[in-house]
């Protein structure tokens, strides 16, 4: 059941469109300085650290922040100490709608997919099946604290991990990364829309399931 919550926008989201939501909190995240940026970056980087749901997590995918989203780098600057190897997703070349998910390094070259964002070349044997990630950190346009997210609206990762309903033992961990101004009260849930397991912003982590 969902429980109401005090949030920095409409308290009944539900009665306005997925469109108009995303369009208003896209405008807020945006309205953030740069200083305020890398403040939350570095935030959200610490909270990341110490996620119990990444201690053991080798193999993470990733995302190159834009559009004002929160930023991973400085947590992946971090992280890489650790051993963690980490993947950028790239747009499927046969599968229309589907993310394939290419090693990132600091040496990896990138070119930017049919929507302008940078991404690795692909290439078929360096790609790790998604089943095979341990963690997803993806970026999010709006959540609610019942697992509820609101992307860009493509639904490439929904199509990408629907298999997570049918074998959730082979499941990576899906963790939302946002900035607190976009928590919501309640999203308008949609019966493709994959649930996540955490939500990590600059102030604090939310632990799902």
Known sequence: MRTPLTAPFDPHPEQSSRSAIRKALRQRRRS????????????????????????RARHIAVYLAND???????YLRAARSR????????????RDGHMVFTPFTESTILR???????????????????????????????FD??????GMGGGFYDR???????TPRLAPKLIGLAHEIQRVARLPIEPWDIPLQGIVTEQR???LQ
């Open 145 to 150: 604290l019942d697992g509820g997210r609101l």
């Open 112 to 142: 930017p997919n049919r929507f302008g964002i940078p991404e690795p070349v692909f290439d078929g044997p360096e790609n790790r099946p998604a089943w095979a990630l341990d963690a997803v950190l993806l970026p999010l346009v709006g």
């Open 32 to 55: 953030l300085s740069q200083a305020q940026q890398k403040k939350s970056a570095a935030q959200m980087a610490q909270h990341l650290l110490a996620s119990p749901s990444l201690y």
């Open 68 to 74: 004002g989203e929160i930023d991973p780098a400085p």
């Open 205 to 207: 982590r939310y632990d």
């Open 83 to 94: 051993g963690i190897q980490f993947y950028l997703p790239v747009l499927h070349p046969f």
């Open 160 to 166: 990408t991990f629907a298999f997570v309903r049918r």
